[in-house]
């Protein structure tokens, strides 16, 4: 609920002038409590509007809360940035498989042992067993990473970040003509940033010539924005941006200006992220590699053996107030590398894929300009679904996307698979061996707990350090693309490995997480849509 602070006294009363209907009498009747400062403004909550019933007035309902009776909840900055509170509260918050089971079976015996709770189970036939199931699921083979002259197979925890780093990219490209911007008091964080990038730079098989170093006397918005104005040309290849602290105005300034109005790759940084020279080497490689994405670089690729091949991925931004914004991203390579990227909005009364349609068109013909044909095969990952949508996804988004086909060609009829990626759901796998345990990237579950009716399957491909892992849930809503389902269970995981800002699998496909990226940052940052001149690099990284 939204909060306002409104000044009024204490001594007002609530219903009437009787005494006995003031704030600092209830409080001290009811909970004993005295209230010291009686001419403290009064903070007033205003809940949502709870559904009307018909031929009856609305009635607003407001909470008043007193000040100095209230506690901050939360996680300020400061405990956010402390690893070791962190550290500890993660200890509570992510259970290991074996506290949680014990949590589990503790709740299913006090269900059982309570008879109002067994008589409402009772009523629906319902039982609870003490037991988890056990079943037997299986482990897909680990991935080889391909650089540009060697491959590595990935290890147990699914991490080649150390690897990584000490192997050429597949496609560098050279950084000739850059800017970096900072304020006077970053100056020597600035040039050893600098320094540092130079020379991890060609490690990784990335030219990095010295830029042209822009300082400003003050830290305001307009001052940014005015120092990148009179950099901004044909030439530029890339400005990175220094910030001596986090602002998001400041941010969403400098990304309009370099993703709408002046289209230029952005790197924006903030001082304290490159301060600590114990890590500045690691930090500027991992800032190397996202650069070399936004001027159109590889990283590394996985073994995929389908030719003519077309991967989307589609993810949504919802926020109370703004529009809906739907993130696209299609590949445009055999390696499944690079990426043609688009947004949509959508507007009161629209159904999202109507805006989805022309990104998809825009796609296949991007894929026909860089390999002078068009995919034999498509598999789209859609994100951003819930149960309820399902339905909707299956019958009307699937044929939308299929019309989209006759737009291109009227014999053009790809093979056509769309797979809805759950990640917030409440499964839990776990690996039973001397104890319980996390079940292993790649570990795959397509029996038994999934759905009578549907083809689906679970998946774990990320390694967590703490608590419990949850899988990934995949519902294939429509196949025409000919592949076994282990074919297409071995391509969802090979995809996990597949995203650039972080060597690791993460929990859904690459290109459902650049969708949801560049998504976010038009709907939270920009609330226009990029300039076309960048769709073809990972400029939202």
Not at 438 to 448: E, W
Request: aromatic fraction near 8%.
């Amino acid at each position: 609920s939204s909060m306002s602070v409104w000044f009024a006294f204490l001594k007002i009363l609530l219903e009437s002038t009787s005494p006995r209907t003031t704030f600092l009498f209830c409080f001290r009747r009811n909970y004993g409590i005295e209230i010291s400062d009686l001419e403290q403004p009064l903070l007033i909550s205003r809940p949502k509007k709870k559904a009307r019933i018909p031929g009856q007035p609305a009635e607003e309902e407001l909470i008043c809360l007193i000040p100095e009776l209230c506690s901050m909840t939360g996680l300020n900055d400061a405990a956010r940035e402390d690893f070791r509170v962190m550290k500890d509260i993660a200890e509570h918050t992510r259970l290991t498989p074996n506290q949680r089971q014990v949590a589990m079976r503790r709740f299913v015996e006090n269900v059982n042992k309570t008879p109002k709770a067994r008589e409402e189970l009772d009523k629906w036939g319902f039982s609870l067993d003490p037991m988890m199931l056990k079943t037997t699921g299986r482990v897909l083979q680990r991935e080889k990473i391909l650089t540009q002259n060697s491959s590595f197979d990935v290890n147990d925890c699914a991490d080649f970040g150390r690897e990584i780093m000490n192997q050429k990219m597949i496609t560098p490209v050279p950084l000739r003509c850059w800017t970096i911007v900072y304020t006077r008091r970053d100056e020597s964080k600035a040039k050893d940033f600098v320094s540092m990038i130079q020379k991890v730079g060609p490690a990784m098989g990335m030219e990095i010539d010295f830029p042209k170093t822009i300082e400003l006397r003050d830290d305001r918005t307009e001052t940014y924005i005015r120092a990148l104005r009179e950099q901004l040309s044909s030439e530029l290849q890339m400005v990175v941006v220094l910030f001596p602290t986090k602002r998001d105005d400041r941010y969403n300034a400098v990304k309009k200006l370099c993703c709408i109005e002046n289209p230029v790759p952005s790197q924006c940084l903030v001082a304290r992220t490159i301060g600590d020279q114990k890590k500045l080497r690691s930090v500027t490689q991992k800032v190397a590699l996202q650069m070399n994405c936004k001027l159109g670089g590889e990283l590394w690729a996985v073994s995929i053996p389908l030719k003519n091949l077309m991967i989307v991925g589609i993810d949504t931004f919802h926020e109370r107030g703004r529009r809906s914004v739907g993130g696209f991203v299609a590949s445009t390579n055999d390696r499944i590398t690079r990426w043609y990227s688009r947004v949509c909005f959508q507007e009161r009364g629209q159904e999202l894929i109507d805006g989805l349609r022309i990104c998809f068109i825009d796609a296949l013909r991007k894929y026909h300009e860089v390999n002078h044909c068009l995919p034999d095969r498509i598999i789209v990952f859609r994100d951003g679904v819930g149960d309820g949508q399902m339905s909707v996804v299956r019958d009307y988004e699937v044929a939308q996307l299929e019309e989209c086909f006759a737009s291109i060609g009227e014999n053009y009829k790809p093979k056509l698979g769309v797979v809805v990626v759950q990640k917030r759901i409440s499964t839990k796998l776990f690996f039973d061996g001397r104890q319980l345990e996390n079940p292993p990237p790649g570990t795959i579950l397509d029996h038994t707990v999934t759905r009578p009716n549907s083809y689906d399957f679970f998946l774990v491909s990320q390694h967590v350090r703490q608590g419990t892992v949850t899988p990934t849930h995949y519902t294939v809503v429509h196949d025409t693309s000919e592949l076994k389902p282990d074919h297409m269970q071995r391509l969802a995981y090979k995809m996990t490995h597949m995203y650039y800002n972080w060597p690791g699998t993460i929990r859904a496909p690459a290109p459902c997480q650049y969708a949801h990226k560049v998504a976010f940052l038009v709907g939270q940052n920009l609330q226009n849509e990029p300039s076309r001149k960048l769709s073809d690099r990972l400029f939202f990284l």
